[in-house]
């Protein structure tokens, strides 16, 4: 699983925010990978899966509680069979999800609200590609 990390970089964050202008829809590909087993301080026993469907959860909710306009889960599902290509179970999950732009997505996951909740993704996730995408379409 090389080149998976949880956080990003700080030149990552600056080449981020340097490519996404303001006003422009950012689509964030996520490339999830669970802990067999989640780490939860108080040693809770369930898997890392079940961790970050609690993160999934309160993110969404927190999302529309905050009421950011065009903020959203685009797709979200359990990796499948390798049509083209190979890989070795690197991912579990895949889910992409929309923000209004690169600035909201900061300010949504830099929040209190985001830090509260927090605590299921780390438990939960064992690593993570963040692939951002423009709207700019291919097809």
Same mark, same amino acid.
């Given at each position: 699983?090389?080149?998976?990390?949880? =956080?990003?970089?700080?030149?990552? /964050?600056? $080449?981020?925010l340097? +490519?996404?202008?303001?006003?422009?829809? /950012? @689509?964030?590909?996520?490339?999830? &990978?669970?802990?067999? &087993?989640?780490?939860?301080?108080?040693?809770?026993?369930?898997?890392? $899966?079940? #961790?970050? $469907?609690?993160?999934?959860?309160?993110?969404?909710?927190? /999302?529309?509680?905050l +009421?950011?306009?065009?903020?959203?889960?685009?797709?979200?599902?359990?990796m499948? #069979?390798?049509?083209?290509?190979?890989?070795?179970?690197?991912?579990?999950? /895949?889910?992409?999800?929309?923000?209004?732009?690169?600035?909201?997505? @900061? =300010?949504?996951v830099?929040?209190? $609200?985001?830090? &509260?909740?927090? &605590?299921?993704?780390?438990?939960?996730?064992?690593?993570?590609?963040?692939?951002?995408?423009?709207?700019?379409?291919?097809?």
């Open positions: 699983m090389s080149g998976i990390s949880l =956080e990003p970089l700080p030149e990552q /964050v600056k $080449a981020f340097a +490519n996404h202008p303001d006003g422009e829809p /950012v @689509f964030m590909l996520n490339l999830l &990978k669970f802990k067999d &087993k989640a780490t939860y301080h108080d040693g809770e026993d369930i898997s890392g $899966a079940e #961790a970050y $469907a609690r993160y999934g959860k309160a993110f969404g909710e927190m /999302v529309a509680g +009421n950011i306009d065009g903020a959203h889960s685009v797709f979200g599902g359990k499948g #069979a390798w049509l083209i290509g190979q890989g070795e179970g690197e991912w579990d999950s /895949v889910a992409i999800f929309r923000y209004p732009d690169a600035k909201t997505m @900061f =300010e949504t830099s929040s209190e $609200a985001y830090r &509260k909740i927090h &605590k299921h993704r780390k438990a939960g996730l064992a690593g993570q590609l963040l692939i951002a995408c423009d709207g700019s379409g291919m097809f």
